[in-house]
């Protein structure tokens, strides 16, 4: 259970204040998950002369995020990562959270990133992205 989309703006909208006016950018990691906070967001940074400058997708195969999050669970003992839940969240990525993709790719600023590999290459990946800002 999400807590309401304006709360949430409103909680990103003060500490996004709290960084004063200079910085060099923010990364909203898990945010947005749903087209309409995704136009909040746009809104909210527009009040601020500021607007998202990418969206970066990592694509991962199912198959595969269905095991790092069983692993994640195992070495965790986070009790939310196992295959019933894991379904849901992918069921909810896919009705609620993958037609972001559609609107990042209207707005110009969607960036597929293919997310198997290393650490190391992904996160070289994810840097050529936002260096080429």
């Known amino acids: ?12 909208a003060s500490v996004y204040d ?15 998950r749903t ?11 527009a009040e601020r002369g500021h607007k998202v400058a990418a969206m970066i997708e990592l ?3 199912e198959d595969e995020l269905m095991k790092r999050l069983i692993n994640r669970g195992k070495e965790s003992g986070r009790s ?8 849901k969240r992918l069921n909810v ?17 969607h960036h597929h990133i293919e ?3 290393t650490v190391d290459e992904i996160f070289a990946r994810v ?3 936002i260096d080429n800002l």
Not at 39 to 45: C, G, R, T, Y
């Open 59 to 61: 694509a991962v195969p």
């Open 35 to 45: 087209t309409p906070q995704a136009e909040a967001l746009k809104k909210m940074l």
């Open 127 to 129: 840097c050529d992205v």
């Open 115 to 117: 997310g198997l590999g």
């Open 80 to 87: 939310d990562d196992n295959e019933e839940t894991i379904k």
């Open 93 to 109: 990525y896919h009705t609620q959270t993958a037609p972001l993709i559609d609107w990042y790719e209207k707005e110009g600023i």
């Open 1 to 12: 259970q999400l807590i309401p989309d304006e709360l949430m703006i409103d909680i990103l």
């Open 18 to 32: 709290s960084f004063g006016k200079e910085h060099a950018g923010v990364i909203f990691d898990g945010f947005p």
